[in-house]
């Protein structure tokens, strides 16, 4: 909720972008993109690997325990997450009002986890 409230009064906001809608919602799905979608996918990710215990590993007989993330999986998992969120976002930013893009969201995220369960898991 507050994400979207955030973005709806500050990107793409003034006279030029409320005369252009599909320019305003391009502008939000890109800044939904490179600054929201990264650093979500990043904490999934992560909570998921610590909750199935997969994430802490021994170094090498040391005893040092640390959080082991696979980068590629992580960038693999963010660009497929441009592929199913771009178009999605776009719709939700071009066509739904905002007191209903919570609950249109949280529709699609339901697909998104069911992916991102099955993407943890490999």
Not at 18 to 23: A, E, S, T, V
Not at 40 to 55: E, F, K, Q
Not at 82 to 93: E, K, L, Y
Request: aromatic letters at 16%; proline letters at 3%.
């Amino acid at each position: 909720h507050y994400w979207f409230d955030w973005m709806d009064k500050n990107i793409a906001v003034g006279v030029k972008y409320k005369q252009k809608p599909l320019l305003q919602a391009m502008a939000r799905v890109v800044s939904h993109s490179f600054i929201y979608a990264p650093f979500a996918t990043l904490c999934v990710m992560t909570w998921m690997r610590v909750a199935n215990g997969s994430a802490i590993k021994n170094n090498e007989g040391d005893g040092v325990k640390y959080l082991h993330l696979d980068s590629d999986k992580l960038f693999t998992v963010w660009c497929h997450g441009g592929i199913f969120w771009v178009p999605t976002n776009f719709m939700v930013f071009r066509y739904v009002p905002l007191h209903y893009r919570v609950v249109t969201v949280s529709a699609a995220n339901i697909i998104w986890t069911c992916y991102l369960s099955l993407a943890s898991s490999l």
